[in-house]
């Protein structure tokens, strides 16, 4: 089983739409919980943190589920802009170290 | 403030040459990350320093790769031989401190190994 597991897509949905992506992760004592996004070749950025009380920024919530090991993205109201991969990374203790899920691949389209 | 960079942003080898990639990160942070991304899949860990001493380098390939970060600011991560499966893009990223939440990548090196 892998560290941390994503769907892969690729989803495409018209703009406006509500999307949701999905994450699971194996490591009961992770501590931190991230979403970064990815644009086609270039480098991945930090979207948002996963905290257990579930966050919101604008058009975008994230979730966690710890007794499920499970987090979420949901994206609200799709822009074209928001066409991109979205990874789900998990950091493994206090160490620092990063586990990236292999993406998720969003599409939006007119 | 200038973000992590790295050069060169694409390098086409041929296998069984020797390259090197270059990372500066952010000023002032004492954390880099070297990863590796292969298509289609998220960035794996290959070394973490903090300031000049290699932390974490479980997953560097030490029979053919190494990494350096003599004054705890830039790095440099070489392959030697490169072998065809090294084709992939190489990030570099820091953080401010040990354990920080947010890591800054750098644009990253395509390499392609023919």
């Known amino acids: 089983r892998k560290e941390v597991e994503q769907d892969p897509g690729p989803f495409n949905v018209p703009e406006g739409a509500t999307v949701a992506f999905n994450c699971t992760y194996s490591?009961?004592?992770?501590?931190?919980f991230f979403w970064y996004r990815q644009d086609c070749r270039k480098e991945p950025k930090l979207l948002m943190s996963v905290y257990s009380s579930g966050n919101e920024d604008g058009r975008f919530t994230a979730q966690l589920n710890r007794a499920s090991q499970y987090i979420s993205l949901l994206i609200r109201d799709s822009k074209l802009s928001d066409s991109a991969t979205y990874l789900c990374?998990?950091?493994?203790?206090?160490?620092?170290?990063?586990?990236f899920g292999q993406g998720t691949t969003l599409q939006v389209k007119p | 403030e200038a973000g992590v960079v790295q050069s060169p942003r694409y390098k086409i080898i041929e296998k069984k040459q020797p390259v090197a990639f270059w990372c500066n990160p952010i000023s002032g942070h004492n954390t880099l990350y070297w990863y590796l991304q292969n298509l289609g899949q998220g960035p794996e860990l290959l070394i973490r320093y903090e300031n000049e001493e290699a932390v974490d380098d479980s997953q560097l390939p030490k029979d053919r790769f190494s990494a350096e970060r003599l004054k705890g600011v830039d790095s440099t991560l070489k392959i030697q031989p490169a072998e065809l499966g090294d084709s992939a893009v190489y990030l570099c990223?820091?953080?401010?401190?040990?354990?920080?939440?947010?890591?800054?990548f750098g644009p990253g090196t395509r390499l392609t190994v023919l």
């Open positions: 490591n009961s004592a992770s501590q931190s």
């Open positions: 990223a820091s953080s401010s401190q040990r354990g920080s939440d947010t890591q800054y």
């Open positions: 990374v998990v950091k493994w203790g206090n160490t620092g170290k990063l586990i």
